[in-house]
């Protein structure tokens, strides 16, 4: 399986607080996105990292790769309630030639108003 | 909402039914998926179409059956489907041939039960 893994499986948190969650995956990837999914819908893309880059931050997120550990990152900052969600994180292996894209485990955020 | 569109929402059909999922975009994508989704799990690919052409099967039971009849649109066909096969499936579409560059843009999904 292509899958990657996250950790942990969920994670609890008061509002305000910070909330980090880690990816490995297990082969060469072009990049590599993070995913959230509200309870009973699509998911949504958050932010995209590419393989040449090791940080990057869009408003409260902010995304590292470790691509010699083939791991990333995803930290929210100040949390809030509506960040309550799973969290995916998904991998663009290399060589890709189908445009394809594989889901890690996922984490469970609940943020305590 | 959501600029993918899936129909329907939900979906309950026995054993020997043939239904099909529907799913479509309009933001010109030319990359379009089917995924699986048990409760609880992540997605699953199942298929990729590129450019309206089947690229990637995720060795994919054949009682499950793509089809993609323009750019915008996307099918899959359901015939003789087991319990197992209840979940959630989403379509997802992205800029095409980008090697997977691109961000995926999800529909909410068609529940599926199987009785």
């Known amino acids: 399986s292509q899958q990657g893994e996250e950790d942990p499986q969920a994670l609890s948190i008061q509002e305000g607080e910070n909330a980090t969650m880690n990816c490995s995956y297990k082969?060469?990837?072009?990049?590599l996105q993070w995913y959230r999914q509200n309870s009973g819908r699509g998911l949504v893309h958050l932010i995209l990292?590419?393989?040449?880059?090791r940080e990057k931050h869009s408003g409260r997120l902010r995304v590292t790769l470790d691509t010699s550990k083939k791991s990333s990152s995803l930290l929210i900052t100040a949390s809030r309630a509506a960040d309550t969600a799973s969290y995916f994180c998904?991998?663009?292996?290399?060589?890709?030639?189908?445009?394809?894209?594989?889901f890690g485990t996922g984490t469970s955020l609940t943020v305590i108003p | 909402d959501t600029e993918v569109t899936q129909t329907p929402k939900h979906l309950v059909m026995g054993m020997t039914n043939k239904k099909s999922l529907k799913c479509e975009q309009h933001?010109?994508?030319?990359?379009m998926y089917w995924y699986k989704q048990k409760a609880k799990k992540p997605p699953e690919l199942m298929f990729v179409?590129?450019?309206?052409?089947?690229?990637i099967n995720e060795s994919v039971p054949s009682r499950f059956s793509p089809e993609c009849p323009n750019s915008s649109l996307l099918n899959l066909h359901l015939h003789a489907l087991q319990p197992e096969d209840s979940a959630l499936y989403l379509c997802?579409?992205?800029?095409?041939?980008?090697?997977?560059?691109?961000?995926?843009?999800f529909g909410d999904g068609t529940r599926l039960s199987i009785l």
């Open positions: 082969t060469s990837i072009n990049n």
């Open positions: 990292i590419r393989s040449n880059e």
């Open positions: 997802a579409s992205s800029q095409g041939a980008a090697r997977g560059n691109q961000p995926q843009h």
């Open positions: 933001m010109g994508h030319r990359a």
């Open positions: 998904a991998t663009a292996p290399h060589p890709n030639t189908g445009n394809q894209f594989y």
């Open positions: 179409y590129s450019y309206e052409k089947l690229s």
